[in-house]
């Protein structure tokens, strides 16, 4: 499996892009910014991009996308409940004080559960609200990866004062989704270093906090 991580944009999300070595098929997940520096980094890999993923539709995770979409002719995907978001987008960045440009739509959706083939890769969707509507995590598991977008980072957890945001639904979706993983997952999340479910089980003061310990 290829991963590359790029921290990129001024809110420092994590970008990924994602392949199947032997096939040099590949995706990007949450291109929020940068998107010649993206464009860089998958050609540096050699992986033909067959997909745009999305987890969630915050600004800080789309910025990028459009640009994209014309570099590769290909489709976008994310869960349905994250399209309505994703259609605000000029006004999530006008209450940040930002401009955006071209909004992206998306060619399809991704239900729970649903796995999404990469090559050989196989990527799992597990639907993890709380953070932001129709929030998505990706486990990989032959590989021992889930990709968390902003529900859980490293010695933290999503924020959930933006629209659609809550911290019961986010603590549930943590507790039932990500910590029933095994503890050595490797947790790749929209910001912040990666760490591993274990690490978050017995670390992160928000879960303790949260009272699911």
Same mark, same amino acid.
């Given at each position: 499996?290829?991963?590359?991580?790029?921290?990129?944009?001024?809110?420092?999300?994590?970008?990924?892009?994602?392949?199947?070595?032997?096939?040099?098929?590949? &995706?990007?997940?949450?291109?929020?910014?940068?998107?010649?520096?993206?464009?860089?980094?998958?050609?540096?890999? *050699?992986?033909?991009?067959?997909?745009?993923?999305?987890?969630?539709?915050?600004?800080?995770?789309? $910025?990028? &996308?459009?640009?994209?979409?014309?570099?590769?002719?290909?489709?976008?995907?994310?869960?349905?409940?994250?399209?309505?978001?994703?259609?605000?987008?000029?006004?999530?960045?006008?209450?940040?004080?930002? @401009?955006?440009?071209?909004?992206?739509?998306?060619?399809?959706?991704?239900?729970?559960?649903?796995?999404?083939?990469? *090559?050989?890769?196989?990527?799992?969707?597990?639907?993890?609200?709380?953070?932001?509507?129709?929030?998505?995590?990706?486990?990989?598991?032959?590989?021992?990866?889930?990709?968390?977008?902003?529900?859980?980072?490293?010695?933290?957890?999503? @924020?959930?004062?933006?629209?659609?945001?809550?911290?019961?639904?986010?603590?549930?979706?943590?507790?039932? @989704?990500?910590?029933?993983?095994?503890?050595?997952?490797?947790?790749?999340?929209?910001?912040?270093?990666?760490?591993?479910?274990?690490?978050?089980?017995?670390?992160?003061?928000?879960?303790?906090?949260? $009272?699911?310990?």
């Amino acid at each position: 499996m290829i991963l590359e991580m790029l921290t990129v944009g001024p809110f420092q999300e994590n970008c990924y892009v994602i392949g199947d070595e032997e096939s040099g098929v590949g &995706v990007i997940v949450d291109p929020g910014d940068e998107a010649a520096r993206i464009s860089l980094a998958v050609e540096q890999t *050699g992986l033909e991009i067959g997909r745009i993923l999305l987890t969630h539709a915050h600004v800080d995770h789309i $910025g990028a &996308v459009a640009a994209l979409v014309d570099e590769y002719a290909c489709p976008v995907l994310a869960h349905r409940e994250a399209e309505l978001m994703l259609q605000q987008a000029p006004t999530q960045a006008m209450m940040m004080g930002m @401009r955006f440009g071209r909004v992206p739509s998306l060619d399809g959706y991704i239900e729970d559960e649903e796995v999404v083939a990469v *090559g050989g890769l196989r990527l799992r969707a597990l639907f993890t609200p709380g953070h932001a509507p129709g929030h998505l995590a990706l486990h990989v598991e032959d590989e021992e990866i889930v990709l968390s977008g902003d529900a859980l980072f490293a010695g933290s957890v999503g @924020r959930v004062d933006l629209p659609g945001g809550s911290m019961e639904v986010l603590m549930r979706s943590i507790e039932e @989704r990500l910590l029933a993983l095994p503890d050595e997952t490797r947790v790749y999340s929209g910001h912040g270093p990666p760490t591993t479910i274990g690490e978050e089980r017995e670390h992160n003061p928000f879960l303790k906090e949260g $009272g699911l310990f």
